[in-house]
């Protein structure tokens, strides 16, 4: 009995816990495709693309304010898939999956 007791007891300290985990899940869905893009790009293409409007003199690949302009979103989801499996120019391919491209595609419309 007593077992059982501090099982129950583990529990209801442990649900309020658990209550602001889900709160954490919620929060990041309310986060828009947008934001989890400029997200991804932050961390994995801000080495060599300047990534947001202003002008990054040491970036080496083109700025991403440019290929906004020049990819509408059906072609710029096209682009990420044929980077994705073979590179371009002196750009290695990388995986882009759908998701990803997504949330880059929603955060490229935000540069436009």
């Not at 007593?2 to 209801?12: D, E, K, S």
């Not at 790009?41 to 060599?48: E, H, L, N, P, V």
């Not at 906004?68 to 391919?93: C, D, K, Q, V, W």
Request: contains cysteine.
């Amino acid at each position: 009995m007593r077992a059982f007791t501090l099982i129950v007891a583990g529990l209801a300290l442990a649900a309020p816990g658990l209550a602001g985990c889900a709160g954490v899940g919620a929060l990041l869905a309310q986060t828009s495709l947008a934001d989890q893009g400029q997200v991804i790009a932050q961390r994995r293409c801000a080495g060599c693309h300047a990534i947001g409007l202003d002008a990054d003199p040491a970036a080496v690949a083109p700025p991403f304010r440019k290929l906004a302009r020049r990819y509408n979103p059906f072609t710029l989801s096209a682009r990420m898939e044929e980077i994705s499996a073979h590179g371009s120019g002196e750009m290695p391919p990388i995986l882009i999956r759908p998701n990803t491209a997504r949330k880059l595609v929603a955060y490229f419309d935000t540069l436009r």
